[in-house]
């Protein structure tokens, strides 16, 4: 009750501050971080209370305070907010690496191999079939020829092949234990980004030449394997520097820490060079090198918290809820054959492999979430077909909206339902 009482309070006092008083203290980011933490971190407690993620709370805190509902949080907060993005980016990253343990790991790695296989093949198939017919019953927006339709559709697949690492991070580490279970995930969804990168090369090539499209430059398969080459040999050198600090400095390694990541994004970004594959590379290479691997998961345990209640609360109020008024039918259509595709991915990838025979029907339910990286091919999908780019952009972020709001769910209840399974075959 008092964390509704909390968010109450805090509203009602955001809403006078914003549209009754002369004040500018509304207008600043710093008013904007402090109402979205704490609103948030009690709207993570309050639904954590009904057994849902708190990630989920923080997202619809975000979405209620956000520039299109009660504008507590305005686009101009938001873009002055980009900065604490990029530092949750890398944590979180960070985090990610450090908890993919070669150990571990190992006795996954076929199944991870063949459910990365099958998904995409699913997706992208399944996904171009399902925009072809949307095409036939006149659903399929600004898309006006066949070979747009398939260029798009296929596009559509390889973007929704995607995962959220961040949202599949943030609920295993609040469900607290880690499992083979978690093991698995965390394998098939870091892994999944590089794969998606190539695959997202090739899509855009093969679009260029269905719709003879010469208006934008697009990026070649070498020039993606220099980025991705380039990112690896920069994650292993932030790790060395990371084991070297804490070997030999006993302190200020949480400042140390975050130094690091804010570096990372900050200075890696703008050089075309991808900032999560750098600190997923480094965390790992730190746990599994070294002997400081505890001690840096122990610091960013202690660092998350905050964190992931800001990056998730800000997230929420990207969200842009008009998009479900233009494309609702078509996105909802568009999601639940997603669904489909990636429950059919994952059980001809676990049947193929022949273990987690537990996994094989509700396996999927892991990888409903979808957030950055869907959200920055959609928007080189917008820049580089400027005839039906737009509007497959907008689909895009639609269909991320609503995965991003169910994923954080069905994982949980995967995760509850596998402890729940593993106690009684203990007993």
């Given at each position: 009750m008092i964390h509704l009482i909390l968010i109450l309070g805090l509203t009602a006092f955001g809403y006078f501050m914003r549209h009754f008083s002369s004040l500018e203290i509304s207008e600043s980011a710093a008013y904007a971080m402090g109402m979205m933490m704490l609103v948030g971190y009690c709207a993570g407690k309050l639904v954590q209370r009904r057994s849902l993620p708190a990630v989920t709370g923080y997202l619809l805190a975000g979405m209620v305070m956000g520039p299109f509902v009660m504008k507590l949080i305005t686009l101009r907060h938001v873009a002055d907010l980009q900065l604490i993005n990029g530092l949750a980016l890398s944590l979180i990253a960070l985090t990610a690496g450090g908890e993919i343990r070669l150990a571990r790991l190992r006795p996954h790695l076929k199944s991870i191999a063949w459910v990365l296989l099958s998904q995409s093949l699913i997706m992208v198939a399944g996904m171009t079939i399902g925009f072809w017919l949307l095409s036939v019953w006149g659903l399929a927006l600004s898309v006006t020829t066949q070979a747009g339709v398939i260029a798009a559709?296929?596009?559509?697949?390889?973007?929704?092949?995607?995962?959220?690492?961040?949202t599949t991070l943030a609920v295993i580490v609040e469900y607290g234990t880690r499992t083979a279970l978690t093991d698995w995930i965390l394998g098939v969804v870091m892994l999944k980004d590089i794969v998606i990168l190539f695959l997202f090369c090739i899509g855009?090539?093969?679009?260029?030449?269905?719709?003879?499209s010469a208006a934008a430059e697009v990026v070649g398969i070498a020039a993606v394997s220099i980025q991705i080459s380039g990112s690896l040999l920069a994650g292993l050198v932030i790790g060395l520097i990371i084991m070297a600090y804490m070997r030999h400095a006993k302190s200020r390694q949480v400042v140390f820490i975050l130094a690091v990541c804010f570096f990372a994004y900050e200075v890696f970004e703008p050089l075309k060079l991808h900032p999560l594959l750098i600190m997923m590379t480094a965390g790992f290479l730190v746990v599994n090198l070294s002997r400081e691997g505890d001690r840096l998961m122990d610091h960013l345990e202690e660092i998350s918290p905050p964190v992931y209640v800001l990056f998730f609360t800000l997230a929420g109020a990207t969200l842009r809820l008009p998009l479900l008024k233009s494309f609702g039918l078509?996105?909802?259509?568009l999601v639940i054959l997603r669904l489909v595709c990636k429950w059919g991915g994952t059980w001809i990838g676990l049947r193929v492999?022949?273990?987690?025979?537990r996994m094989r029907h509700r396996g999927w339910t892991a990888f409903v979430s979808q957030a950055g990286l869907s959200l920055g091919m959609a928007i080189i999908i917008q820049e580089q077909f400027p005839g039906w780019g737009e509007s497959v952009a907008m689909l895009i972020l639609a269909v991320v909206f609503i995965n991003q709001l169910i994923g954080p769910l069905t994982l949980k209840w995967l995760l509850d339902r596998d402890g729940n399974q593993q106690s009684q075959e203990s007993i």
């Amino acid at each position: 009750m008092i964390h509704l009482i909390l968010i109450l309070g805090l509203t009602a006092f955001g809403y006078f501050m914003r549209h009754f008083s002369s004040l500018e203290i509304s207008e600043s980011a710093a008013y904007a971080m402090g109402m979205m933490m704490l609103v948030g971190y009690c709207a993570g407690k309050l639904v954590q209370r009904r057994s849902l993620p708190a990630v989920t709370g923080y997202l619809l805190a975000g979405m209620v305070m956000g520039p299109f509902v009660m504008k507590l949080i305005t686009l101009r907060h938001v873009a002055d907010l980009q900065l604490i993005n990029g530092l949750a980016l890398s944590l979180i990253a960070l985090t990610a690496g450090g908890e993919i343990r070669l150990a571990r790991l190992r006795p996954h790695l076929k199944s991870i191999a063949w459910v990365l296989l099958s998904q995409s093949l699913i997706m992208v198939a399944g996904m171009t079939i399902g925009f072809w017919l949307l095409s036939v019953w006149g659903l399929a927006l600004s898309v006006t020829t066949q070979a747009g339709v398939i260029a798009a559709g296929l596009l559509l697949g390889i973007v929704s092949t995607a995962s959220s690492p961040s949202t599949t991070l943030a609920v295993i580490v609040e469900y607290g234990t880690r499992t083979a279970l978690t093991d698995w995930i965390l394998g098939v969804v870091m892994l999944k980004d590089i794969v998606i990168l190539f695959l997202f090369c090739i899509g855009l090539n093969v679009a260029h030449s269905l719709t003879s499209s010469a208006a934008a430059e697009v990026v070649g398969i070498a020039a993606v394997s220099i980025q991705i080459s380039g990112s690896l040999l920069a994650g292993l050198v932030i790790g060395l520097i990371i084991m070297a600090y804490m070997r030999h400095a006993k302190s200020r390694q949480v400042v140390f820490i975050l130094a690091v990541c804010f570096f990372a994004y900050e200075v890696f970004e703008p050089l075309k060079l991808h900032p999560l594959l750098i600190m997923m590379t480094a965390g790992f290479l730190v746990v599994n090198l070294s002997r400081e691997g505890d001690r840096l998961m122990d610091h960013l345990e202690e660092i998350s918290p905050p964190v992931y209640v800001l990056f998730f609360t800000l997230a929420g109020a990207t969200l842009r809820l008009p998009l479900l008024k233009s494309f609702g039918l078509v996105a909802m259509v568009l999601v639940i054959l997603r669904l489909v595709c990636k429950w059919g991915g994952t059980w001809i990838g676990l049947r193929v492999a022949g273990n987690l025979r537990r996994m094989r029907h509700r396996g999927w339910t892991a990888f409903v979430s979808q957030a950055g990286l869907s959200l920055g091919m959609a928007i080189i999908i917008q820049e580089q077909f400027p005839g039906w780019g737009e509007s497959v952009a907008m689909l895009i972020l639609a269909v991320v909206f609503i995965n991003q709001l169910i994923g954080p769910l069905t994982l949980k209840w995967l995760l509850d339902r596998d402890g729940n399974q593993q106690s009684q075959e203990s007993i």
